[in-house]
């Protein structure tokens, strides 16, 4: 398994973008997607970005299609989650994980997350 690392959550305003960044520990990440979930209080855990680390392809969830955009940095074993146009629903944990590649199971170990707070 691949060790993850959340960071870059915060409270912002609507409209307002933050970036979060998944560090990850691993010889390497070709074997494996990368994707980004949300929590939300009362509610289950979704998934809202990946990415697979050895040809890029991207899936992002339809409710944040075209306001999130997941990116990967091969030098710092990094994916990121830009998130521009937030909106209060968009408040919730974000945590990365990770899957093998071709399978539809994705690990089940979560991490400390990172809490992402839209409000004026």
């Known amino acids: 398994q691949v060790q993850l690392e959340e960071s870059g959550g915060g409270l912002v305003q609507p409209g307002g973008s933050l970036r979060l960044s998944c560090a990850a520990s691993?010889?390497?990440?070709?074997?494996?997607?990368l994707g980004w979930f949300r929590q939300a209080p009362g509610k289950e855990r979704e998934i809202v970005a990946a990415?697979?680390?050895?040809?890029?392809?991207?899936y992002v969830a339809d409710s944040v299609k075209g306001r999130f955009t997941i990116s990967r940095d091969n030098a710092k074993n990094t994916i990121y989650l830009q998130m521009n146009s937030l909106k209060p629903e968009d408040t919730a944990v974000y945590y990365c994980?990770?899957?093998?590649?071709?399978?539809?199971?994705?690990?089940?170990?979560w991490g400390q997350g990172t809490q992402v707070t839209v409000s004026s």
């Open positions: 691993a010889r390497t990440l070709s074997y494996y997607v």
């Open positions: 990415v697979s680390w050895s040809d890029g392809s991207k």
């Open positions: 994980n990770h899957k093998p590649r071709g399978s539809s199971t994705w690990y089940d170990h």
